[in-house]
């Protein structure tokens, strides 16, 4: 059974930084596309960025030069280090896990993100 569980948001005030981390269990990690997504109040989820099996990351236009995705596949775990935060970064942030692009894959129940003086 695949597990995601999303760890490291809080309360940061603006122009600060968080590093978010998303343990997984049971799945082959190291063959997994895993991606950051987020969610504000009111809003739809949307994507934050991605991480390819080969390390070939993907960013939203609105994170671009300020966060940054990685993974560690000794640790089963992917990160995404957040700077400059703006107050509309303000969202529950959500780690996925899938094999293909197209699938669905697996989500976590997501950790609160909160930039705000």
């Known amino acids: 059974q695949v597990q995601l569980a999303e760890s490291g948001g809080g309360l940061v005030q603006p122009g600060g930084s968080l590093r978010l981390s998303c343990a997984a269990s049971g799945i082959i990690f190291r063959l997994y596309i895993l991606g950051w997504y987020r969610q504000a109040p009111g809003k739809q989820r949307e994507l934050v960025a991605t991480?390819?099996?080969?390390?070939?990351?993907n960013y939203a236009d609105s994170v671009q030069g300020r966060f940054t995705i990685s993974r560690d596949n000794a640790k089963s775990t992917v990160y995404l280090q957040m700077t400059s935060l703006k107050p509309e970064d303000t969202a529950v942030y959500y780690c996925?896990?899938?094999?293909?692009?197209?699938?669905?894959?697996?989500w976590g129940r997501g950790t609160l993100v909160t930039v705000s003086s």
């Open positions: 996925n896990a899938r094999t293909v692009p197209t699938a669905m894959g697996a």
């Open positions: 991480i390819t099996s080969r390390d070939i990351t």
